[in-house]
């Protein structure tokens, strides 16, 4: 069983910059695919960000140049840099991870991702 344990979060300004980070327990982490989603109270859980086995990313549109998504594989650890923030980017952050073979696609489905860590709250203030 794999533990994601994110932290991070906090409240920041309109405009600010915030960095949240994930921890695994899996011992097959540097093959993983690695994503964030975020879920804002009243609404559906969205895909923000993800993070294939090589390095390579794909993002929901309203974060694309704002947000950045990365992995350190000798920490077991996926990040998301958060710029620009905006008041609707509140939400709770969940991290997500799947195993995933070289030629996998980018998974953006929640039902695509075996394990969940419990979230980390980010609110941003106008």
């Known amino acids: 069983q794999v533990q994601l344990l994110e932290s991070g979060g906090g409240m920041v300004q309109a405009g600010g910059s915030l960095r949240i980070s994930c921890v695994s327990s899996?011992?097959?982490?540097?093959?993983?695919?690695l994503a964030w989603f975020r879920q804002a109270p009243g609404k559906e859980r969205e895909f923000v960000a993800t993070?294939?086995?090589?390095?390579?990313?794909y993002y929901l549109d309203s974060v694309k140049g704002r947000f950045t998504i990365s992995r350190d594989n000798a920490k077991k650890t996926v990040y998301l840099q958060m710029d620009s923030l905006k008041p609707e980017d509140t939400a709770l952050y969940s991290c997500?991870?799947?195993?995933?073979?070289?030629?996998?696609?980018?998974?953006?489905?929640?039902?695509?991702?075996?394990?969940w860590g419990h979230g980390t709250q980010v609110t941003v203030s106008s």
């Open positions: 997500a991870s799947r195993d995933a073979i070289l030629t996998a696609p980018y998974y953006t489905s929640g039902n695509d991702y075996r394990y």
């Open positions: 899996g011992r097959t982490f540097s093959r993983d695919a």
């Open positions: 993070i294939h086995r090589t390095g390579s990313t």
